[in-house]
């Protein structure tokens, strides 16, 4: 059979630690310059990202995650990661976060 090289302990503990967090339109879930203390996981909705000049970069979807990178380098965040301002679609937008500490076991 197929072996993980992730022991359940390691799964288990992840997904005991995972925080569900609803944010309303206009949210800035990372400003450009922070700390990131979070892996961030969208499960509903969509966040708009823009550079430290306030350009627009992209809109990332359901089941696109940021923060890894950052908290594996220990690097600032470079981008600012908002909720649009007015979404008929999504006037709500779900995220599960994932504390770094958890990560970094």
């Known amino acids: 059979g197929h072996k ?5 302990e390691i799964i288990a503990g992840i997904f005991s630690n995972i925080e569900l967090e609803v ?6 879930l990372l400003r450009n310059g922070d700390e990131v203390e979070f892996l ?12 430290e000049n306030y350009n627009y970069i992209t809109t990332i ?7 890894e990178y950052n908290i594996m380098f220990g690097l600032y ?5 908002n909720l649009p301002l007015k979404d008929t679609k999504h006037p709500v937008v779900y995220i599960l976060k994932i504390e770094k500490d958890q990560l970094l076991k």
Do not use: A, R
């Open 77 to 81: 965040s470079s981008i600012s990661y």
């Open 23 to 28: 944010f309303t339109v206009d949210s800035t």
């Open 40 to 51: 961030y996981l969208i499960k509903d909705g969509d966040v708009s990202c823009y550079d």
């Open 4 to 8: 993980s090289f992730i022991s359940d």
């Open 61 to 67: 979807q359901n089941s696109s995650y940021f923060g």
